[in-house]
T-cell receptor
Framework: GQSLEQPSEVTAVEGAIVQINCTYQ??????LSWYQQHDGGAPTFLSY????GLEETGRFSSFLSRSDSYGYLLLQELQMKDSASYFC?????????FGKGTRLSVIA | GAGVSQSPSNKVTEKGKDVELRCDPI?????LYWYRQSLGQGLEFLIY????????KSGLPSDRFSAERTGGSVSTLTIQRTQQEDSAVYLC?????????????FGPGTRLTVL
């Protein structure tokens, strides 16, 4: 089967950097995705990693280590609007499986 | 262009009634997914359609749940004899193909409340 672990809550200060970790167990790994979901909204795609290393997209970066079954999402220059839930998701032999999400609260 | 749309946005029903939830995917997207999200929880996979292939129903929680996709486009999720534990937001998503690197585009969801 497939399972993912990520912290349930993270709090960070506006302007700071925060890292949200995700460890996974899966059969047949293709890649790790990250989605953002604001309260009451639909999840929106942030990034996808299939190979080891860091992918950067503006203030957001995502990292993957296939050998460690581990990835993280890095958010820099935090803004209040970044307060949301962040889900990691793995794709393997079954359709995308999502973690339970990390609720990020950005405080002034 | 238009995104994924779902209807109704809210549905309140009585225990034991049947409900139908509709999803209109993005035009040209061959893959369509249904998820369920309970309050403060992650997304629970329900069912997946890819083109004309047989759907992957491995996530359906019971035989009260079924879904169909007509003409490779619109999909309907049906819950028969609803129970209070079925209360959740039901999200539909579509993507260009099954390939994992294809991002999924989510609809706004249908909030189902079973009294």
């Amino acid at each position: 089967g497939q399972s993912l672990e990520q912290p349930s809550e993270v709090t960070a200060v506006e302007g700071a950097i925060v890292q949200i970790n995700c460890t996974y167990q899966t059969s047949g790994f293709y890649g790790l995705s990250w989605y953002q979901q604001h309260d009451g909204g639909a999840p929106t795609f942030l990034s996808y990693n299939a190979l080891d290393g860091l992918e950067e997209t503006g203030r957001f970066s995502s990292f993957l280590s296939r050998s460690d079954s581990y990835g993280y999402l890095l958010l820099q220059e935090l803004q209040m609007k970044d307060s949301a839930s962040y889900f990691c998701a793995v794709s393997g032999n079954t359709p995308l499986v999502f973690g339970k999400g990390t609720r990020l609260s950005v405080i002034a | 262009g238009a995104g994924v749309s779902q209807s109704p946005s809210n549905k309140v029903t009585e225990k034991g009634k049947d409900v139908e939830l509709r999803c209109d995917p993005i035009s040209g997207h061959t893959a369509l997914y249904w998820y369920r999200q309970s309050l403060g929880q992650g997304l629970e996979f329900l069912i997946y359609f890819q083109g004309n292939s047989a759907p992957d129903k491995s996530g359906l929680p019971s035989d009260r749940f079924s879904a169909e996709r007509t003409g490779g486009s619109v999909s309907t999720l049906t819950i028969q004899r609803t129970q209070q534990e079925d209360s959740a937001v039901y999200l539909c998503a579509s993507s260009l193909a099954r390939n994992s690197y294809n991002e999924q585009f989510f609809g706004p969801g249908t909030r189902l409340t079973v009294l």
